[in-house]
């Protein structure tokens, strides 16, 4: 071995050494990871041998797959893990630039740091690697295993059983049921027959009684309680009646719900039912609830006011379809019974096809009878308002009526799969129709009340519930409706958090993976950025740019300058504190800029010329400018386009390309001073100089008129009418320059009237060479001719007629 060699080693292993004793913790770490990930393999070979066999339950095969979203879920997080510090890394290598290639060295106290960054890199990617490998096992796993159970859900939906019309079945399924109600009696009687239970009631009898009779306050007081409540909330104000209704409705649920908690508590702490009994009586106070719910929905929805009514029913029928609605609660109630009283006894297929369909047929009576109830709108005399609510109501109840349409081919088809054996595919259909009706119902319940509630605190009223807030509240509910109504149409909550966890995981982009916790991050920071801006922009447009001697134009530029930079910016931020490696769509953006160079030409050079109208300013905000004969003032400059003003207060706009390229004059560029010129004309014989000091003293005499350089008046020559004279004066500014030449032409006229000068206009005299002829042509017609006595003029001369042309007092 070579001294060279030799020191390289001793070198290594100093620096294995030091880091060892420097990073225990790590060490104890990627222990704690390795047995995790023992545990891990343990448990998929597990679930792979579960998945083979296919013989474990549902209720286990959920227990296992729950095992595995942990497993899933911390592998996801761990493929994330370590990010800064791999960066920090992969930094600190790329500082060190590339590595020698074969044959070349580079010194040694190099080379070992390239040797130990290089090897902390790859420790810090072994657990992203391999939890990578365990996340797509673990999805796997739990795609198996929902693809068994959903493939057991359906046999079980499709499967068919005894028909309840068969009558050889109806003894059986009487036995089992009385057996089954016997059971529960029997265990009743023998609690309330033992020593133990009198003792245990005897001992609890003051909570017993303080039980029962809250319970009977509260069941039989808790409606006039209710609308006393009402009358107190509603002193604060009439403009919440709505409001006010809403939650005495409420508490008309509440309180009675109360009650009976109250009432299955006593029953409970008295110890007089048996075990099936006591089973049985945890379910009570859900029961009770669903046909309070019922009742409320019924009430709220069928209202005897029309300004309240959500569904319209024909005329007389809200006390039937409030009934339908309580039945139905009791069917629901009842099919609940039934399922739990198969759990705690073994009732044979056909006692459960028998006792079935009675509640099967019952609900889809129901559901015909309301469907045929609403078929028809009531009809009433109302005002005006309660119209216009009718109209509401009606758009807000159209998915109600598309709903009731579909119940009503449900109540045609479940009880004939039933009648056929099919009673899981019937129980399926029947009642999660009844239960998104429901459902729809509390969201339309729900959606009036919030707008009720916006109306009372806008002061709108009523003409809330057509806001905008109403609208985007009802998408909200509509949203959180979606996954309620999979789970009532048999959806499973793993389905729901499966589909969750997918949402979080996002999707994959080169080397970059958009997750929506990225995005939202993205949306916040970026938001938070443009506001930001925005607010600097305000600030600097309205104090602080104002107090400097910066032109409008100059002030104009700095604050859009720095709202472009500030949203770059933004985006930037935000790109990075998302985290979002965006270096792998190179490729897509140079593709992208083909396309725009291509496609979007026009775009892409008036937003360019908008740069260079901003940075350059040949035009600015506010000034006077003539581009394409199009004459106005710049109101605004943006990066494709610039807004100009007309005379005429119409707003014109102009692509920036076109001020870059075309010609544009800019009548107030820099400062506002410019010239008028006042055109004038007097008679001939007018003498010239006294024209030329009248209209000296006009012009200077203006306000606006600048005296250095003066104004002078120029005689432009001799006219076809007139001798042609102008004023050419400085102004000001030359934003003033009609008012300007308006004055001076009032003064102008009101002088020449004082000094007697004449401001001519154009004459013509009409010389009839022929008349004789003329009056020898009408003759010729058949036209009597009239002598007209005419003096003929003699031969004129031919010098006093040039073109026609002459002095008169003709009018123009």
Known sequence: MTPFITALR????????????????????????RAY??????????AEEVIDARRASSAALEALRTELTTYRQNFLDARTGNGDRIQTLEGQLSALGPAPGEGESEPEDIANLRASLEQQLKDLKVPRIVSEEAYSRANGLIAEIDKIIRERRTRTLLERGPSPLNPENWASAWRALTRSGSSI?????????????????????PALLALLVVAALLLFRGRPWAHAAGDYLRSFGSSGRGVWGF?????EVILPFIGIICLVAAVDLSGILGIRGTILLDYVPGWALLILSFHWLGNQLFSSRIENDLVPVQEGRLNETRLMVDILAVILVLQDALRQLEAIESIPAEAHSVASFPLILAAALVLLRLHRIGAKRRQKQAGSNAEEDRAIAAGATRIMSLVRRGTYLLGFLAPVLAAFGYVNAAEAMIYPAVSTLALLAALLVVHRFLGDVYGWLSGEGSAARESLFSVLIGFVLAALAVPLLSLIWGARIADLTELWSKFLEGFQIGDARI????????????????????????????????????????QNAITAGLGYVGIFLSAVIAISTAGLDLSSLAI?????????????????????????????????????????????????????????????????????????SGTVTNYTRGNTVGRVIVPVGVAYGTDPRKVEAILNDIAKAHPMVLLNPAP???FQGFGADSLDFEIRAILRDVNWVLSVKSDMNYEIAKRFEEEGIEIPFAQRDIWIRNPEALAGQKAKAGTPAKAVPMQAPAKPDLSDLQDGEGEGDADK
Request: proline share 3%; hydrophobic share 50%; net charge neutral.
């Open 185 to 205: 009696l029997n265990e009743t009687a023998n609690k309330l027959s033992n020593v133990t239970t009198a003792e245990r009631v005897q001992n609890s009898l």
């Open 37 to 46: 990930y023992q545990d891990w393999l343990k448990t998929a070979a597990r």
């Open 10 to 33: 001793t070198a290594l292993l100093g620096l294995a050494l030091v880091a060892g004793l420097a990073m225990p913790a790590l060490a104890q770490l990627n222990a704690d990871a």
């Open 247 to 251: 939650v005495v409705s409420l508490l």
């Open 588 to 660: 897509v953006a140079g593709a992208l800029s083909v396309g725009i160079g291509f496609g979007l030409q026009t775009i892409v050079s008036n937003f360019v010329s908008g740069i260079i109208l901003l940075i350059e300013r040949p035009i600015s905000k506010g000034d006077w400018i003539e581009v394409g004969g199009l004459m106005g003032y710049v109101r605004d400059i943006s990066v494709r386009s610039t807004r100009i003003e007309t005379f005429d207060r119409s707003d014109v706009i102009v692509p920036n390309s076109d001020l870059i």
């Open 712 to 714: 002078y008046v120029v």
């Open 515 to 554: 997750s929506p916790t990225a995005f939202l991050t993205f949306a916040v920071v970026f938001a938070a950025g443009y506001a930001l801006t925005r607010l600097v922009q305000g600030s600097l447009r309205n104090s602080l740019l104002p107090k400097t001697k910066i032109d409008p134009g100059g």
